[in-house]
């Protein structure tokens, strides 16, 4: 089955500061990849997700995610945090003919103004 | 409804206690799913509906756990003879008839926070 790693769970920076937080899953075939985000006090939403093409993926608010086959890992980044921004940030994948989506445990992100 | 609803939001029952925890998902959607979450874990996949298909039951922890759906409406999950490690808040999700291999898109609910004393 497959598996999903995020690292550094709790993440406090300032306004302006860039943001990156780590994915790397692990399964070698093809794979579907998501980042959601709940902000404090509402559900889980999707940020952004990869099926295929362009590596380099564009998503709400602001933020990118860059996936890399070779490093099985699926980056999430933003070059200027918001005070808006302060959520748990998860990272999900689906493999080829499974609607199963497996999650990281998640990042903390407090954005501190 | 304009998105998935669960219910109860919040929980507390005493070890030992049967509980059933409710899922209605966005009309249309044949998938969902229900997720726990446990304080500082990651969200753990328990079980999945997709139109009248069989289930797939392979996250459930133990036979205490069960769920059921009606057609392609509500979900109930059911805990019995909770344990303390129970604890944890359990979310639902539905997808649209492409699923979330097509679409990667769950809309999730808010969730329904159990406390097993």
């Known amino acids: 089955a497959q598996s999903v790693s995020q690292h550094n769970h709790h993440v406090i920076l300032s306004e302006a500061a860039s943001l990156e937080l780590g994915c790397n899953y692990s399964?070698?075939?093809?794979?579907?990849l998501f980042w959601y985000v709940q902000y404090p006090g509402q559900h889980l939403q999707l940020l952004l997700k990869?099926?295929?093409?362009?590596?380099l993926v564009k998503g709400i608010k602001g933020f990118e995610a860059e996936f890399i086959k070779s490093k099985f890992s699926f980056n999430l980044r933003k070059p200027s945090v918001q005070w808006s921004d302060t959520a748990e940030y998860f990272c999900?994948?689906?493999?080829?003919?499974?609607?199963?989506?497996?999650f990281g445990k998640g990042n903390q992100v407090v954005v501190i103004p | 409804g304009a998105g998935v609803s669960q219910s109860p939001s919040n929980k507390v029952t005493e070890k030992g206690k049967d509980v059933e925890l409710r899922c209605d998902p966005i009309?249309?959607?044949?998938?969902l799913y229900w997720y726990r979450q446990r304080l500082g874990q990651g969200l753990e996949f328990l079980i999945y509906?997709?139109?009248?298909?069989?289930?797939?039951k392979s996250g459930l922890p133990s036979d205490r756990f069960s769920a059921e759906r009606t057609g392609e409406s509500v979900s109930t999950l059911t805990i019995q003879r909770t344990q303390q490690e129970d604890s944890a808040v359990y979310l639902c999700?539905?997808?649209?008839?492409?699923?979330?291999?097509?679409?990667?898109?769950?809309?999730f609910g808010e969730g329904s926070r159990l406390t097993v004393l």
């Open positions: 990869y099926f295929s093409g362009d590596p």
């Open positions: 999700a539905s997808s649209s008839p492409r699923g979330a291999q097509r679409t990667g898109e769950l809309f």
């Open positions: 009309s249309g959607h044949t998938a």
């Open positions: 999900a994948v689906t493999t080829y003919g499974n609607n199963r989506l497996a």
């Open positions: 509906f997709q139109g009248n298909s069989a289930p797939d």
């Open positions: 399964y070698g075939g093809t794979v579907n």
